[in-house]
Structure formats: structure tokens, C-alpha cells
């Protein structure tokens, strides 16, 4: 049984409409953020999430950790349809599915000190015994994720960025939890802090057995520590599969097009950066068909009618496009 199973998650965003809209008398507006996804999470696994800004990756993280209702479909937890747990299963599964973000400065509160930040998972969950036990367990986070105990007295704003998320790390950590969505963890670190961050959230990956869910737009990084990937472009998975697999044989343009920069970086000779044509088009109103087809080179005259599935293309690597799939 994997850890996460995600079955045709559908989130959508129903906005207050604006003036023009209700002039235009258009009915209500809905920005499909997640469209109709699946895929599944298996233990130790790093299914990395990747795709533009704004193709819906953070919502699906959302959807995930109970933070936002989908509009349809299932999201199972070691079985369970996380939607229909009870109170004391919510509150075992906020302690065991835990979110690391991009700049956790922006989200310590700058009042509290790295102890106190550290402590207060603990005292949310009612498991402080008594203050030396706590501030032990602190020390030893915080040792955990390479910081001393001298950083228990510093404030967020005191710390660097490669410090400030070691902290959000074993906050996240604390409570001992199996699955970790971590929303662009290593994004705005310089190259040498972003390495060391990635080996320790490695290590500890090996050494608690944990499960992440990885959402990041450098793809270096994704092609590095994740073993399985979706490719996500206007709220639906495009490709996925095993990474080693994909980044080797992209198959879906929109894959090959988002890859190229990287392929491009490790053969300058052979290799030329794709530039896609025109803009994301919005999620409010999505190309009917294959919703890449307004941007997409190899497009056919099937692809704006009908839209194709995500179908396995070779063992471990699936696929949404005509090119492949049989109409
Ligand atoms: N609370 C919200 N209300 C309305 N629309 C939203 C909300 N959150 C996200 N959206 C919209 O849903 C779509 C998907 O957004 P999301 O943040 O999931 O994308 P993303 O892939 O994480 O982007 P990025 O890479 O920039 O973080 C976007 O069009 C976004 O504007
Ligand atoms: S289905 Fe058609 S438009 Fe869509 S990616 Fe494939 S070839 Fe391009
Ligand atoms: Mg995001």
C-alpha cells in the first residue's frame, strides 16, 4: 500500500466576480487549479512536483496536508481518505504529515527565539512533560540539523538563510512525522548552502525513513534527490514516472521543452534551450483538448478536440499526448 494515494484530485478556486465579469455575463468564475490528477506515494519515496508557476503545484501540496478542500476525488493516507478521519485521526495525521516552506523567516514568528519556535509543536500537541525534557529535546534538534545550542537564543531575524531553514527543518522534524511536503526548500540559497541543506535533508530522509513530497522549480536539484516525478501543466499531470527514466527520455513536449535548459547546461554543443511560444493560458478558461495544443509544435488536428489521458508509455513512464496514446 503506498503512503499517499491521490485519485482524481479536482481543487478549484470559485472567485467573487468582478464587475466587468457580471457585464460580460459570463457566470461564475472558477480557476481550475487542480484538475484531475492521481498518482501515489510509496514510503521513502521523493516524488517530486514540477511545472511553471502558478500550474497548481502549491495547491496540490495544500490539498494534501488537509490545508485546502478539494472540489473532488480522494486523497488516502496509509488507507485512509483523509477527508473522512476522524477528529483523533486529524490530529494524529497534522503530527505525522509535516510542510517545510520556501523562507521559513517569513513564516518564524519574529517575536519567538529558536527555542521557543523549536518548543512549540510540543505544547501544540499536548507532549511536554517538563521544561528541562523540552529543552533537551530542543538541543538535540537542533543538533540534528547541524546547528548548536547557542542558536536556541537567536531570534529569526539573526539567523542566515541556510540557518533559517535548518530551523523550519527541525520544526518539521520535531514530532517525528513519516511525510514531509517541502515547497521550494531550497530556493534563494546560494549554491554551497543549498548543497549542504539537500545532503542533510538526505541524510535524514535515510535515517528516519521519510517520505517527501518535493515541489521545486530547479530542476538540477529534482533530477538529483527525487526518484519518481510529475510533470504538472495547467492543473494536470503531463508525464510521470521514475525521474531517472523521464529526465533521461523526456517524452511529452511540454516535458522536453521544460528540460531542455537543463540538458542545455550539460551539453552546450548538442543541445539548444526550447523557448515555448505565447503564455500560460489561464486556469480560469483552459484550451479545450490537449490544454498545451495552443503552444505545442508538434500539434495535430486531433489535439484541440479531444484531450488525451495519461496512458503508460514504457514500464515506469506515462504519458498524456497524441503523439503516443492511440485516439
Ligand atoms: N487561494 C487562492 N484563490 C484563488 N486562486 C488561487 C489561490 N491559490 C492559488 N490560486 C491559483 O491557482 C493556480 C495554481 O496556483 P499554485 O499556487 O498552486 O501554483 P504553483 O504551481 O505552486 O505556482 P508557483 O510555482 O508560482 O508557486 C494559479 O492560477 C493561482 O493563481
Ligand atoms: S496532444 Fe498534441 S498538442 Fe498536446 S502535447 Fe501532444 S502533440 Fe502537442
Ligand atoms: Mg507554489
Not at 515547497?183 to 517527501?212: F, H, R
Not at 484550451?287 to 503508460?312: V, W
Request: hydrophobic share 35%; with cysteine; charged share 25%.
Amino acid at each position: 500500500m503506498a503512503l499517499v494515494e491521490i485519485d482524481n484530485l479536482k481543487t478549484y478556486f470559485h472567485k467573487k466576480n468582478s464587475i466587468f465579469h457580471k457585464m460580460l455575463d459570463k457566470g461564475p468564475l472558477t480557476v481550475r487549479a487542480v484538475d484531475g490528477i492521481s498518482f501515489a506515494v510509496d514510503k521513502k519515496d521523493t516524488f517530486a512536483l514540477v511545472g511553471e508557476s502558478g500550474c497548481g503545484k502549491t495547491t496540490v501540496a495544500r490539498s494534501v496536508l488537509r490545508l485546502v478542500e478539494p472540489d473532488a476525488g480522494s486523497i488516502k493516507f496509509k488507507g485512509k481518505d483523509i477527508y473522512n478521519f476522524t477528529k483523533q485521526e486529524i490530529k494524529e495525521f497534522r503530527r505525522n504529515a509535516q510542510l517545510i516552506l520556501q523562507d521559513p523567516r517569513s513564516s518564524l514568528n519574529p517575536r519567538l527565539i529558536v527555542e521557543e519556535l523549536i518548543s512549540e509543536p510540543f505544547y501544540i500537541h499536548g507532549l511536554v512533560d517538563n521544561d528541562f525534557d523540552l529543552l533537551n529535546r530542543v538541543w538535540d534538534l537542533l543538533d540534528t540539523v547541524g546547528l548548536s545550542k547557542r542558536f536556541s537564543e537567536l531570534f529569526p531575524h539573526e539567523l542566515s538563510g541556510g540557518q533559517a531553514r535548518r530551523v523550519g527543518i527541525a520544526r518539521a522534524l520535531a514530532l517525528k512525522p513519516e511525510f514531509i511536503v517541502c515547497d521550494e526548500p531550497t530556493s534563494g540559497l546560494d549554491v554551497s548552502i543549498m548543497s549542504a541543506v539537500l545532503n542533510l535533508m538526505q541524510e535524514l530522509q535515510d535515517k528516519y525513513d521519510l517520505t517527501y513530497l518535493w515541489i521545486s522549480h530547479n530542476l538540477q536539484v529534482v533530477r538529483h534527490i527525487s526518484n519518481k516525478i510529475g510533470v504538472m501543466y495547467l492543473g494536470k499531470l503531463v508525464e510521470l514516472g521514475n525521474s531517472e527514466k523521464i529526465f533521461s527520455n523526456p517524452l511529452h513536449p511540454y516535458t522536453k521543452a521544460l528540460f531542455s535548459s537543463i540538458h542545455r547546461v550539460e551539453d552546450r554543443k548538442k543541445n539548444k534551450r526550447e523557448i515555448l511560444p505565447g503564455e500560460v493560458p489561464s486556469p480560469i478558461n483552459p484550451p479545450k483538448g490537449c490544454s498545451f495544443n495552443p503552444r505545442c509544435k508538434y500539434r495535430m488536428e486531433i489535439c484541440p478536440k479531444k484531450e488525451p489521458q495519461l496512458e503508460e508509455e514504457s514500464e515506469n513512464q506515462l504519458v498524456s499526448c497524441w503523439l503516443y496514446n492511440q485516439p
